[in-house]
């Protein structure tokens, strides 16, 4: 804790100096808008130091109102029923230096492209935050298909289902406040599910790999179903790609990319088609 008090000192003193040095440069020179660093690495930097030491933890809110601000913002600056503009408003609210947890626009390729190459139509996303690969991933499904979206924080619940309304797919897309392991019954028998054509984990690190093992348990996965990890080279999940490194029941391709809305820190997504080698599994 003292450790995060230090760091959180130290970034509010290095924003505070370089606005300083903006004020003293001839108009027009340089703005907070062409700086990454310090004003969105920064913020990203004491993001991820709450998500270790803070609030984050075990919230899953940065705690400062800003989850709650992203459906606001979208209400007001996107016409309704524009899935679109509604992840492009959201990009620039994180852009512009309020940090969000979001896939973000650069690794959000990577999806879209596993999204066009497999053609998906029974989806699970396990960490919804504010909504915003809910509206990336529901806009890009064919009619009649469907994504459920699993988020533990009821707050952000209420605010992921407010962004995907607004975005004109919430017949598309069902928000579910949980974890895995407390709607499976709800997915199974009030949903109907069988098996998921592509798992998106974008939610606590530590759950990765014990959220997986958790849907070959259920046999939520078949031959062939996809399973996308953000965030595996930062903040990390080690024992998650271990695992996937090790395994003969799934081929991994490894996407080097950037964290979500920064240009300098390297991150890692892992996407993975279930082969399972043992006899059993499901096919369809």
């Known amino acids: 804790m ?7 000192l130290l970034g509010l003193l290095a924003v505070a100096a370089t606005g300083a040095c903006l004020h003293l440069l001839p108009p027009g020179t340089i703005s907070w808008s062409t700086l ?5 690495t920064i913020s990203m930097m004491l993001h991820y130091a709450a998500a270790k030491y803070g609030h984050l933890r075990t919230t899953g809110q940065v705690g400062d109102g800003r989850e709650a601000s992203v459906l606001a913002h979208v209400q007001k600056t996107v016409p309704a029923g524009n899935a679109e503009s509604v992840l492009k408003a959201i990009d620039e609210l994180a852009w512009g230096g309020t940090f969000l947890m979001n896939v973000g626009p650069e690794k959000g390729l990577i999806l879209d492209e596993v999204i066009r190459s497999n053609k998906p139509c029974m989806v699970l996303e396990i960490g919804s935050y504010v909504g915003y690969s809910a509206v990336r991933i529901g806009s890009q499904l064919a009619p009649g298909c469907k994504l459920y979206s699993i988020e533990f924080n009821a707050d952000n619940a209420e605010v992921a289902r407010g962004v995907v309304k607004h975005a004109g797919l919430d017949q598309t897309v069902e928000v579910i406040t949980g974890t895995l392991q407390s709607v499976t019954e709800v997915l199974h028998k009030e ?3 069988s098996t998921f054509d592509l798992v998106f984990l974008d939610h606590f690190k530590k759950y990765y790999l014990g959220d997986l093992k958790l849907l070959l348990h259920e046999e939520f996965l078949k031959t062939g179903s996809i399973v996308v990890a953000d965030n595996v080279g930062y903040p990390g999940v080690p024992d998650y790609l271990e695992y996937m490194e090790k395994t003969s029941d799934f081929e991994t391709a490894r996407h080097e990319t950037k964290l979500e809305y920064s240009k300098t820190v390297p991150d890692l997504m892992l996407v993975s088609s279930y082969k399972p080698q043992s006899l059993g599994h499901r096919t369809s």
């Open 2 to 8: 003292a450790l995060f008090r230090i760091a959180l």
């Open 191 to 193: 949903k109907g599910v």
């Open 36 to 40: 990454e660093f310090p004003r969105n």
